[in-house]
């Protein structure tokens, strides 16, 4: 069986839309997928982003990819299709960083844009394309960093502040726990 992409009939619901606060996990070990990003450096991410950028392949070889198990968790097509518009987002802030002095960056809803994007419909071939490139693209931003740049500020809407090097951390979290979301 192909990894074709359902009829959009055949996606019975919504997961409910993440409202957690996930900025401790750039301090402490994630419970839930085991991932410790406390003491990890730009580059150090830099290279876990490469390595799962071929797990990230595998999963969207997948038969079934687009296939949820339960009606509201995402398949696993869908939170390829969000790692690679994490990957785009985080660059963008990591930008944003350097172009301005503490910046706030724009509000991504990430529910809002699986929807919008329709996620659950992407060419899975489309998306290990893009994932892989916007992936490629972060990793070798992080790659640059310079210690001299390691506390920049950045902050969300919301006032959680971030500086580069807890960017970094927070966008490999959420990269890793969506590895473990879908057993890669």
């Known amino acids: 069986m192909s990894p074709e992409a359902p009829a959009p009939d055949d996606v019975p619901g919504q997961p409910e839309p993440d409202t957690k606060d996930w900025t401790w996990t ?3 070990r994630c419970a839930e997928c085991g991932t ?22 595998g999963v ?3 038969d079934h990819v687009a296939v949820r198990s339960e009606p509201t968790v ?3 097509l869908e939170y ?10 985080m660059h963008y802030r990591l930008d944003l960083m350097y172009m301005e002095d503490e910046p706030t960056f724009p509000d991504w809803d990430q ?17 290990a394309t893009q994932l892989a490139a916007a992936g490629r693209g972060l990793a ?18 919301n006032g959680a502040e971030f500086t580069i090097q807890t ?17 890669a």
């Open 26 to 28: 750039i301090t402490r």
């Open 36 to 57: 410790d990003v406390s003491a990890m450096s730009p580059q150090e991410i830099a290279a876990d982003l490469r390595a799962s950028l071929p797990r990230w392949a």
């Open 60 to 62: 969207l070889r997948r």
């Open 74 to 76: 995402w398949s696993p």
């Open 80 to 89: 390829a299709a969000h790692v690679r518009d994490v990957f785009k987002v």
């Open 111 to 127: 529910d809002a844009t699986a929807l919008e994007d329709d996620y659950a419909h992407q060419s899975p071939q489309v998306v």
């Open 140 to 157: 070798d931003a992080f790659d640059a960093v310079l210690n001299r740049d390691l506390h920049r500020r950045g902050l969300r809407g």
């Open 167 to 183: 960017l970094a951390r927070y966008a490999w979290h959420d990269v890793a726990h969506h590895m473990h979301d879908v057993g």
